[in-house]
């Protein structure tokens, strides 16, 4: 079995398919990692990043591509970080991104689950605003649109 390290620190947490998902700290900022797995091997890597740190937290395996879910454009912290947006992107089976979608609720969002349903897939996640913690769910179209989200507590 081989070891990979892609950054400073590697960090998988999703597996759809043959699609590994997490985030990578490339010594400045975390980066959504994707990694193309044939059995126990990495055959393509590919990095989504922008403004500030982006992570990958979930993923669905789809007939033509995938779905990702995570947070972005936030601050790691050792305390989970701030001011993150939840995140939801449809890759299509070149992991080229067709859409993406931020979702700003209370000030600190993560997508955690993506379950693909006939017309579209519900994601739910954490939203926080630094007084309380609560989590969402939402349902979103394949094309990327916002159908509804609601969210329970804080």
């Known amino acids: 079995m081989k070891t990979y390290s892609l950054g400073v620190e590697t960090v998988p947490v999703a597996l759809a398919g043959d699609l590994l998902v997490g985030s990578v700290h490339d010594g400045k900022a975390y980066k959504i990692m994707l990694a193309r797995l044939d059995g126990e091997e990495i055959k393509a890597v590919k990095f ?18 995938y779905l990702l879910g995570g947070a972005v454009e936030g601050k790691a912290t050792l305390e989970g970080g701030e001011g993150w ?22 000030g600190n969002e993560c997508v955690y689950s993506i379950l693909p349903a ?15 913690r609560g989590f969402f769910v939402g349902r979103i179209t394949l094309e990327g649109e916002l159908l509804w989200l609601k969210t329970l507590g804080p």
Do not use: P, Q
């Not at 989504?48 to 591509?65: F, P, T």
């Open 85 to 106: 947006k939840g995140y939801v992107a449809r890759l299509d089976g070149n992991l080229e991104v067709l859409w993406e979608r931020k979702l700003e609720i209370l």
């Open 48 to 65: 989504i990043s922008g403004e500030d740190d982006w992570e990958g937290h979930s993923a669905a395996k789809l007939k033509d591509g």
């Open 118 to 132: 006939e017309g579209g897939t519900f994601v739910a996640g954490e939203t926080s605003d630094g007084k309380g």
